[in-house]
């Protein structure tokens, strides 16, 4: 009797060499999709139980909240830049760009840095290692200027405080009226 190379039904065909042999299928035990399916729906349960309390520090069983509320169509609009003078005399706008440092975490730390002016400083040292090339500053402000809202539209009326700074020696005179401390124009142009 002859022998049919054909496989008979119900056998698995032969590998061919080089192939990899199929991996057997794991099953997960009953507990093992208990747990997986308790932990899934306990994420779930916590994410959407935060979002009505929670804040950005609780993420991600929060919502983030940073950029998700809008301003007060009759209140006012903060806008911070950050000026320097350096040994030139020459007031400039510190940026990412010439910096390195980003507007965030300027304006994360304006507190801190209105209590502690060395803290102020390091935006100067960053610019020193940004450009090492560059004229040393002499005098770093961050300032915010308050942008009134009337109906969701700008009303004319803004007013620039000093909310940090730092200087070498007396404070500078302002060398460029769009550039003064007390001036608005430069606010919403900022390059943060």
């Known amino acids: 009797m002859s022998i049919d190379s054909t ?17 057997p299928v794991v099953k997960m035990s009953s507990g093992g ?5 308790t932990v899934t729906l306990l994420c779930a349960l916590l994410m959407f139980a ?4 929670g804040n950005d520090s609780w993420f991600p069983f929060a919502p983030m909240r940073m950029f998700a509320t809008a301003a007060n169509p009759n209140g006012i609009i903060e806008i911070l830049r950050v000026e320097a003078v350096n040994e030139n005399g020459q007031r400039m706008l510190l940026s990412q760009e010439n910096s390195g440092i980003r507007w965030a975490e300027v304006d994360g730390q304006r507190d801190a840095m209105a209590e502690d002016p060395e803290l102020v400083k390091t935006l100067a040292d960053a610019y020193a290692h940004h ?12 300032l915010v200027s308050n942008y009134y809202l009337e109906n969701g539209s700008l009303t004319g009326r803004c007013e620039t405080v000093l909310a940090a700074s730092w200087y070498v020696g007396e404070p500078p005179p ?3 009226g769009s550039l003064s401390p007390t001036s608005c124009e430069r606010g919403l142009t900022s390059t943060w």
């Open 50 to 53: 935060t979002t009505a309390v």
């Open 33 to 37: 999709k208990i747990a997986g399916i």
């Open 7 to 23: 496989d008979a039904p119900g056998e698995a065909a032969a590998e061919s060499p080089g192939e990899p042999s199929p991996r």
């Open 131 to 142: 450009g090492p090339k560059k004229p040393a500053l002499i005098a770093v402000e961050i």
């Open 174 to 176: 302002p060398t460029d």
